[in-house]
Protein backbone atom coordinates (compact mmCIF):
# COMPACT_ATOMS: atom_id res chain seq x y z
CA UNK A 1 0.00 0.00 0.00
CA UNK A 2 0.95 3.74 -0.72
CA UNK A 3 2.65 5.51 1.81
CA UNK A 4 0.89 9.13 3.09
CA UNK A 5 2.46 12.04 4.76
CA UNK A 6 0.56 14.78 6.58
CA UNK A 7 0.84 17.45 9.04
CA UNK A 8 1.39 16.63 12.20
CA UNK A 9 -1.17 19.26 13.98
CA UNK A 10 -3.35 21.92 12.27
CA UNK A 11 -5.48 24.97 14.19
CA UNK A 12 -9.18 25.90 12.43
CA UNK A 13 -11.44 28.49 13.85
CA UNK A 14 -15.13 27.55 15.09
CA UNK A 15 -17.45 28.21 11.69
CA UNK A 16 -14.60 28.04 9.34
CA UNK A 17 -13.30 25.46 6.35
CA UNK A 18 -10.96 23.12 8.08
CA UNK A 19 -8.64 21.53 4.61
CA UNK A 20 -6.25 18.45 6.16
CA UNK A 21 -3.61 17.91 3.44
CA UNK A 22 -2.68 14.35 2.63
CA UNK A 23 0.28 13.20 0.23
CA UNK A 24 0.36 9.79 -1.60
CA UNK A 25 2.80 10.57 -4.17
CA UNK A 26 3.01 6.75 -4.43
CA UNK A 27 -0.57 5.46 -5.33
CA UNK A 28 -1.39 3.34 -7.73
CA UNK A 29 -4.02 3.10 -10.20
CA UNK A 30 -6.14 0.85 -8.08
CA UNK A 31 -5.85 2.23 -4.58
CA UNK A 32 -8.33 4.38 -2.62
CA UNK A 33 -8.21 7.06 -0.08
CA UNK A 34 -9.97 6.86 2.92
CA UNK A 35 -10.25 9.55 5.69
CA UNK A 36 -10.65 8.57 9.03
CA UNK A 37 -11.03 10.27 12.32
CA UNK A 38 -10.44 9.84 16.17
CA UNK A 39 -12.11 11.26 19.05
CA UNK A 40 -9.96 11.49 21.88
CA UNK A 41 -10.90 8.36 24.12
CA UNK A 42 -12.78 7.05 21.25
CA UNK A 43 -12.54 4.51 18.56
CA UNK A 44 -11.69 5.82 14.96
CA UNK A 45 -14.45 6.71 12.58
CA UNK A 46 -14.80 6.73 8.63
CA UNK A 47 -15.47 9.62 7.16
CA UNK A 48 -15.07 9.10 3.43
CA UNK A 49 -13.37 7.68 0.79
CA UNK A 50 -12.42 7.97 -3.36
CA UNK A 51 -10.66 6.68 -5.96
CA UNK A 52 -10.57 9.23 -8.73
CA UNK A 53 -13.74 12.41 -8.22
CA UNK A 54 -14.06 14.05 -5.55
CA UNK A 55 -16.49 12.75 -3.36
CA UNK A 56 -19.28 14.60 -0.55
CA UNK A 57 -21.07 13.18 2.03
CA UNK A 58 -22.84 14.80 4.84
CA UNK A 59 -19.55 14.93 7.02
CA UNK A 60 -17.12 16.55 4.34
CA UNK A 61 -15.49 16.54 0.92
CA UNK A 62 -13.07 14.72 -0.47
CA UNK A 63 -11.05 16.68 -3.16
CA UNK A 64 -8.03 14.51 -5.09
CA UNK A 65 -5.86 15.92 -7.47
CA UNK A 66 -5.49 15.01 -11.48
CA UNK A 67 -2.36 13.41 -10.37
CA UNK A 68 -3.87 11.59 -7.50
CA UNK A 69 -0.67 11.93 -6.11
CA UNK A 70 -2.43 13.96 -2.79
CA UNK A 71 -5.76 14.87 -1.33
CA UNK A 72 -7.58 17.14 0.87
CA UNK A 73 -10.28 16.38 3.45
CA UNK A 74 -12.29 19.62 3.74
CA UNK A 75 -14.31 20.02 7.00
CA UNK A 76 -16.67 23.17 5.47
CA UNK A 77 -17.91 24.43 8.88
CA UNK A 78 -15.58 23.02 11.69
CA UNK A 79 -17.21 23.14 15.16
CA UNK A 80 -15.51 22.18 18.31
CA UNK A 81 -16.85 18.73 18.15
CA UNK A 82 -14.65 18.08 14.93
CA UNK A 83 -10.98 18.36 17.10
CA UNK A 84 -9.67 14.83 16.25
CA UNK A 85 -6.62 13.09 14.91
CA UNK A 86 -7.31 12.61 11.29
CA UNK A 87 -6.13 9.94 9.53
CA UNK A 88 -5.43 10.16 5.78
CA UNK A 89 -5.19 5.80 4.68
CA UNK A 90 -4.58 4.53 0.99
CA UNK A 91 -5.16 0.65 0.48
CA UNK A 92 -6.49 -1.51 -2.48
CA UNK A 93 -10.11 -2.39 -2.28
CA UNK A 94 -10.90 -4.87 -0.62
CA UNK A 95 -8.01 -5.48 1.02
CA UNK A 96 -8.79 -6.51 4.61
CA UNK A 97 -6.60 -4.10 6.92
CA UNK A 98 -5.71 -0.73 7.47
CA UNK A 99 -2.46 0.75 8.10
CA UNK A 100 -2.81 4.21 10.37
CA UNK A 101 -0.48 6.76 10.43
CA UNK A 102 -0.04 9.02 13.13
CA UNK A 103 -2.62 11.80 11.78
CA UNK A 104 -2.89 14.82 11.70
CA UNK A 105 -4.04 16.64 14.99
CA UNK A 106 -7.09 19.10 14.32
CA UNK A 107 -7.84 21.66 16.92
CA UNK A 108 -10.75 23.84 16.55
CA UNK A 109 -10.94 26.85 18.38
CA UNK A 110 -13.99 29.13 19.55
CA UNK B 1 -27.95 -2.21 17.00
CA UNK B 2 -24.99 -1.52 19.41
CA UNK B 3 -22.38 -2.11 16.67
CA UNK B 4 -19.46 -2.99 18.05
CA UNK B 5 -18.98 -3.33 22.21
CA UNK B 6 -15.74 -4.33 23.84
CA UNK B 7 -15.69 -6.14 27.35
CA UNK B 8 -14.05 -5.08 29.95
CA UNK B 9 -13.71 -0.93 29.20
CA UNK B 10 -10.61 -0.91 31.49
CA UNK B 11 -8.30 -3.60 33.45
CA UNK B 12 -5.44 -3.91 35.26
CA UNK B 13 -3.22 -7.00 35.52
CA UNK B 14 0.16 -7.97 37.27
CA UNK B 15 3.08 -9.34 34.96
CA UNK B 16 2.51 -12.66 34.04
CA UNK B 17 -1.28 -12.59 34.64
CA UNK B 18 -3.38 -13.96 31.49
CA UNK B 19 -6.76 -12.35 30.34
CA UNK B 20 -9.37 -12.25 27.33
CA UNK B 21 -11.21 -9.17 25.92
CA UNK B 22 -14.15 -9.72 24.00
CA UNK B 23 -15.35 -8.18 20.88
CA UNK B 24 -18.93 -8.62 20.01
CA UNK B 25 -20.70 -7.16 17.02
CA UNK B 26 -24.03 -7.71 15.86
CA UNK B 27 -23.95 -6.24 12.06
CA UNK B 28 -23.19 -9.68 10.43
CA UNK B 29 -20.21 -8.52 9.34
CA UNK B 30 -17.27 -10.61 8.26
CA UNK B 31 -14.29 -9.46 9.06
CA UNK B 32 -12.96 -8.37 12.69
CA UNK B 33 -9.84 -7.22 13.93
CA UNK B 34 -7.53 -5.89 16.70
CA UNK B 35 -5.42 -2.94 16.92
CA UNK B 36 -3.44 -1.68 19.92
CA UNK B 37 -3.03 1.80 20.20
CA UNK B 38 -0.32 3.60 21.93
CA UNK B 39 0.38 6.93 23.57
CA UNK B 40 1.24 9.40 20.49
CA UNK B 41 0.72 6.51 17.61
CA UNK B 42 -1.43 5.48 15.42
CA UNK B 43 -3.66 2.36 15.36
CA UNK B 44 -1.11 -0.87 14.86
CA UNK B 45 -2.96 -4.36 14.12
CA UNK B 46 -2.48 -7.27 16.04
CA UNK B 47 -4.86 -10.15 14.79
CA UNK B 48 -7.59 -10.37 12.23
CA UNK B 49 -10.18 -12.30 10.98
CA UNK B 50 -11.99 -12.92 7.61
CA UNK B 51 -14.87 -15.07 8.80
CA UNK B 52 -16.30 -17.20 11.29
CA UNK B 53 -13.18 -19.93 12.50
CA UNK B 54 -10.30 -18.03 10.61
CA UNK B 55 -7.50 -15.59 11.79
CA UNK B 56 -4.79 -13.86 10.65
CA UNK B 57 -1.45 -12.13 11.82
CA UNK B 58 -1.31 -8.45 11.73
CA UNK B 59 1.35 -6.26 12.58
CA UNK B 60 2.27 -6.86 15.63
CA UNK B 61 1.42 -10.63 16.93
CA UNK B 62 3.37 -11.35 19.68
CA UNK B 63 2.43 -12.33 22.41
CA UNK B 64 -1.64 -12.59 21.74
CA UNK B 65 -3.57 -14.95 20.15
CA UNK B 66 -7.18 -14.79 19.07
CA UNK B 67 -10.81 -16.92 17.93
CA UNK B 68 -13.05 -16.53 16.61
CA UNK B 69 -15.27 -19.26 17.12
CA UNK B 70 -18.76 -17.59 16.65
CA UNK B 71 -19.30 -15.13 13.31
CA UNK B 72 -20.27 -12.43 15.68
CA UNK B 73 -17.50 -12.53 18.62
CA UNK B 74 -13.96 -12.12 18.26
CA UNK B 75 -11.55 -12.70 21.02
CA UNK B 76 -8.32 -11.23 22.56
CA UNK B 77 -6.39 -13.60 24.38
CA UNK B 78 -2.85 -12.88 26.52
CA UNK B 79 -1.48 -15.64 27.94
CA UNK B 80 1.56 -14.13 30.05
CA UNK B 81 0.65 -10.06 30.24
CA UNK B 82 3.97 -7.80 29.77
CA UNK B 83 4.22 -4.24 30.69
CA UNK B 84 4.57 -3.44 27.36
CA UNK B 85 1.26 -4.48 26.54
CA UNK B 86 -0.20 -1.47 28.46
CA UNK B 87 -2.12 0.04 25.46
CA UNK B 88 -5.29 1.07 24.65
CA UNK B 89 -7.23 -1.65 22.30
CA UNK B 90 -9.46 -1.47 19.69
CA UNK B 91 -12.27 -4.03 17.92
CA UNK B 92 -13.72 -3.29 14.55
CA UNK B 93 -15.70 -5.02 12.03
CA UNK B 94 -16.53 -4.68 8.67
CA UNK B 95 -19.02 -6.17 5.67
CA UNK B 96 -17.26 -8.06 2.81
CA UNK B 97 -15.94 -5.15 0.65
CA UNK B 98 -18.45 -4.12 -1.86
CA UNK B 99 -18.33 -2.41 -5.21
CA UNK B 100 -17.30 1.06 -5.68
CA UNK B 101 -14.35 0.36 -3.24
CA UNK B 102 -16.73 0.91 0.43
CA UNK B 103 -14.46 -0.41 2.89
CA UNK B 104 -15.21 0.64 6.21
CA UNK B 105 -14.36 -0.52 9.58
CA UNK B 106 -16.45 0.13 12.37
CA UNK B 107 -15.19 0.64 15.50
CA UNK B 108 -15.79 -0.25 19.48
CA UNK B 109 -14.89 2.37 22.10
CA UNK B 110 -11.66 0.55 23.17
CA UNK B 111 -10.45 -1.07 26.49
CA UNK B 112 -8.11 0.10 28.78
CA UNK B 113 -5.31 -2.41 30.09
CA UNK B 114 -2.37 -1.67 32.17
CA UNK B 115 0.22 -4.19 33.19
CA UNK B 116 1.74 -3.65 36.17
Known amino acids: DAKTTQPPSMDCAEGRAANLPCNHSTISGNEYVYWYRQIHSQGPQYIIHGLKNNETNEMASLIITEDRKSSTLILPHATLRDTAVYYCIVLNSGYSTLTFGKGTMLLVSP | NAGVTQTPKFRVLKTGQSMTLLCAQD?????MYWYRQDPGMGLRLIHY???????AKGEVPDGYNVSRLKKQNFLLGLESAAPSQTSVYFC???????????????FGPGTRLTVL
Open chain 2, 92 to 106: ASRPLGLAGGIDTQY
Open chain 2, 27 to 31: MNHEY
Open chain 2, 49 to 55: SVGEGTT
